[in-house]
């Protein structure tokens, strides 16, 4: 029995020294642990029990809650095949017939992605036991027979172990203790002060106050305001949008800040938020605001982390990020008004930003250098869509929003020429013909500017300013019958407009005069 207990802490401690494993779990007993190694073409999972067996249907039982507790870690660890070997160290073998029970892997899962081979280890042939879990191990292990075995000699071997888990454990704890929080605390206080700003401003919801104060916005973008791609991580629409955004930082930032150090994390978090705001430049028209895109930079360092350390990375965190990041995307392509571009620009960069700055304490120097060539061709095929193609490209959003830009503006006939140029290549979209039909307005092209409302009323009926601007045509066309049918649609469609109906009694009184 002690060769038996000498050869269950040395098997223990060869694999982990030799091996590569580390502890996963020892139980209270300490006869029984799970180990857990990264290497290819090994078992992830060995699991070790020092057990006297009397009947093979008992260890048939204990293989079969064994695999399914492996099933259970292969889900939980987001592994996709999980190969494990099991251990058993007994004095001697079962009484009854049990080497058939070990001729095959025990499968266990719905799809048998989890498999458990299993090894019987006793006193009588331990060294061909021990050439079984070498063909499994890619080592070879052997018992020195010339050693005196004692409870002593059993005891060192036993400290030993507990005392490289320990280091192990110790190890891992510092990699989260590489800094305080700092720079977290300073963001979140500088995201309040510039909600105060802004509400005391004309309000944090107000498309004037977000603009004046740096949201992002295209069109000034492409007229040298670059400033705007850092400035909306600091702003937020609503105070829903604030509370959300400052309880994501505070719990993720200090999180990642801990990991990566103070100035890693602001460096992290700052390009995240740029190359959020850039991928909202380039698939986004509309105006947006928000750390948004930062935070989930956060997620993408804590991604990076997992691919430096996968093992510790899903026995503790992993699991519940890439669910909460999953869970954020899904809502976003949902739930309209959130800028979903933004989000998926901002994991990326804070990915390429980790994996520029690492971790502290470690150089490597060629996937530093990679991240920094990844991230130039990420950001430089940004600009150039953003920059390049966009201005020059048919995206209805995009050309609405330059149309309305220059109408802001008075430049009328930059906005016409604009929108008759995306009419003629051909376009379906409403908002097109709308803003087109205003331009003709302006520009005293009634004939064209009712062609093009009768398209925008037909296409999209709800849009009762359309059959307004109708109405108004018709009757400079004086065609009162229908500008009187087009302001009764404006007012089905929206009864509450006092303008509306002002202009159906001037239409009525029109055509009594006439």
Not at 28 to 40: P, Y
Not at 89 to 112: F, M
Not at 336 to 359: K, Q, R
Not at 360 to 370: A, D, T
Request: net charge negative; with cysteine.
């Amino acid at each position: 029995m002690f060769k038996q207990d000498y050869l269950y802490w040395k098997l223990i401690e060869e694999l982990q020294l030799e091996g590569g494993y580390r502890i996963l779990q020892l139980s209270k007993s300490t006869n029984e642990v799970w180990l857990e190694g990264t290497h290819k073409n090994k078992p992830r999972i060995i699991r070790i029990l020092r057990h006297d067996l009397d009947w093979s249907n008992w260890m048939q039982r204990d293989m079969e809650i064994a695999a399914q507790r492996l099933e259970q870690l292969r889900k939980r660890l987001f592994i996709r095949k999980l190969d494990a070997l099991n251990i058993y160290i007994t004095t001697y073998p079962p009484v009854d017939d049990w080497k058939y029970r070990l001729e095959s892997p025990l499968v266990a899962g719905a799809k048998g992605l989890t498999a458990l081979h299993t090894v019987l280890i006793e006193s009588e042939h331990i060294n061909t036991g021990l050439q079984e879990v070498s063909k499994f191990v890619d080592s070879n292990f052997e018992i020195n027979d010339s050693i005196y075995i004692d409870v002593e000699t059993i005891e060192n071997i036993k400290r030993e172990v507990i005392s490289v888990a320990n280091k192990r454990i110790s190890s891992e704890k510092q990699i989260f203790q590489n800094g305080k929080p700092f720079f977290t605390y300073i963001l979140i206080a500088i995201q309040l002060v510039m909600f105060a700003i802004l509400e005391l401003h004309g309000g944090s919801t107000n498309t004037e106050t977000l603009l004046k104060y740096g949201a992002k916005e295209n069109f000034r973008i492409l007229n040298g305001e670059w400033w705007r791609f850092f400035t909306p991580m600091i702003l937020h629409i609503g105070f829903f949008h604030l509370l959300m955004n400052t309880f994501a930082l505070y719990y993720l930032g200090t999180e990642v800040e801990r990991l990566y150090g103070k100035v890693r994390f602001l460096l992290i978090y700052l390009f995240a938020g740029f190359v959020g705001s850039l991928a909202s430049f380039v698939f986004n028209a509309n105006i947006s605001a928000g750390a948004s895109g930062a935070i989930f930079g956060c997620f993408g360092a804590l991604l990076f982390f997992g691919t430096a350390f996968p093992s510790l990375f899903f026995r503790t965190m992993g699991p519940n990020v890439i669910g909460i990041i999953i869970i954020n995307l899904v809502l976003g392509f949902i739930i309209p008004g959130i800028d979903n571009s933004g989000h998926i620009g901002g994991l990326v960069g804070g990915f390429l930003a980790a994996s520029i700055v690492h971790l502290p304490k470690r150089k490597e120097f060629v996937k530093r250098l990679s991240g920094i060539l990844v991230t130039i061709v990420t950001v430089g095929a940004l600009f150039y869509v953003g920059y390049v193609v966009q201005p020059h490209s048919d995206n209805p959003q995009f050309v609405v929003q330059t149309a309305q830009e220059y109408i802001q503006s008075n430049e009328i006939q930059k906005a016409y020429e604009m929108l008759k140029t995306t009419e003629e290549k051909g376009t379906d979209s409403p908002e097109v013909y709308f803003y087109l039909s205003y331009t003709e307005i302006k520009l005293g092209k009634f004939e064209d500017a009712r062609d093009h409302l009768e398209i925008v009323t037909t296409k999209a009926p709800e849009i009762s300013e359309a059959h307004f601007n109708l109405a108004l045509v018709y009757v400079q066309l004086q065609e009162y019958e229908n500008a009187k049918k087009a302001v009764e649609q404006a007012i089905k469609v929206d009864p509450d407009n006092e303008n509306y109906n002002d202009l159906l009694k001037e239409i009525k009184a029109m055509e009594s005069g006439s």
